[in-house]
């Protein structure tokens, strides 16, 4: 299986998902056991790697951290930065 890279990531998401945890108020722990609460696998390190941009995002993982978060999924991907309030 080849990995792929955009730009030296593995994700477009990390950045905003790091930006939208710390304006919760959520550890990268609290986060993860929230995605556990919703069924997703995740531990820490992963939350880690996925905002360093070296672990991909699965969609169903963007899903759950969009209700997180509550914030459309769009903007995770988005490069625009048109949700100001985060």
């Not at 991909?56 to 995770?76: G, H, N, Q, T």
């Amino acid at each position: 299986m080849k990995i792929y890279d955009f730009n030296g990531r593995k994700n477009l998401c990390g950045k905003k998902i790091r930006r939208a945890r710390v304006a919760k108020k959520l550890t990268q722990d609290e986060l993860a056991a929230r995605l556990q609460c919703y069924g997703v696998t995740i531990e820490r390190d992963s939350i880690s790697r996925i905002e360093s941009g070296t672990r991909f995002v699965a969609d169903y993982e963007l899903k759950i951290m969009s209700e997180i978060f509550e914030i459309p999924v769009e903007w995770f991907i988005d490069s625009r930065d048109h949700f100001d309030h985060i």
